[in-house]
């Protein structure tokens, strides 16, 4: 018998398009900065942040993050924006966000009954590390497909927090895309959606908390399928803002004026009276009595725990930082609250204090990249010849 075989081109080929893609995935490595990293710090001075002094405020209920059908249905979305819009409105949210993958969706703009925020969700890398500009101007194309450093992760905020007006982590212990202890480090974002119906991420913030970084919460559905259960209105952000305006919105936010709330159909169940400091105490007021008011701070140690009342007072002791609440309203409804801290001058100075770009460690870096993207060319100019020279080969066996 004779067969003939044919080492024609497509292994080759297929080497090359492999090495081309791979070529492609690492250039956007080259826009990385390397920094120098602050030593961790913790909030600290003789004042309180309380961030819910606002009382001339109204009250809206929003979710910031569900998918619809996008990208010809490529993406993970069952539903129509008309339809994920209207669901949420049908709930009482005053804020239906739509947040499909690097695409600005503008079903709710022209709706005058509903507040809407120009958004999307980044990311494509494989450990799902996305983040979510509000009042986005611009979308954001840049992304490190695999291998994130913390320098990588900093990078990628400090790109994309010029382009909005609130920079969102989402769900970050997601995929374990984010380590928890990262976030005694990163900077230069706003919010961190430690609640979504995938995970919920507290010692991603709490690790931020008590590295004296005034990250604040932010709760979502991250809806894809609004039949499924726990997809839509499990999961949302209370707000005070002085008006409907999205700025106002923004502000808020931003200041922690707002809190997360785990529950069903959006239903409060309840009403957060008052969080007031006086005389070195945190009391939380509730309208009427709850199964539990928990007190949490540093490490995300429960501090104290008071049950079946609507008031709840504890003393702000020296070692304490920052302490943050859950009012645990009944079995199905729980309220989660932005921490008080302490500060001197600015409560928001460890946020702005980035860190800086180590320049030598930068140029080394990069000339690393270069260097292993000289060396996939050169396998693929090596290809190449080796195609040239050989063609089509036939390897007769007997
Ligand atoms: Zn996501």
Redesign the pocket.
Known sequence: MKIVKKLIYPTKIFAISVIFLLFLAILPYFHAEMYDFRPNSTFSGTSWFNPYLAKDSILLKANF?SHTFAWGKLTNGHHTPEEVHSQFKHLGYDIPTISN?HQIDTTGKHDTSSIYIPTY?H?YNVK?R?H?PLGASSIVWLDFVFLQTLHHKQYMLNHIAPTCSVLTI??PS?SNGFDASDFSQLKNYDLMEVL?H?RTSFPHWDSALSAGISAMIVSND?TKHLDAKGQCGAYWTMIYAKDRSPSSVYSSLKKGNAYGVRGIDAKNGNKLEAVSINNDSLSVSMKTSVDSIRFIHQHGIVKEVFSNTNHATIPLLKNDTYIRTEVYVDSVTTYFLNPVFRYSNNPFTTKIQLPTINTVNTFLYRALIAAIELALLGVIAVLFQSMRKKKVEKVTVE
């Open positions: 993050h993958y969700e990311g799902k996305h979510q989402n769900h997601f979504n995938y991250d």
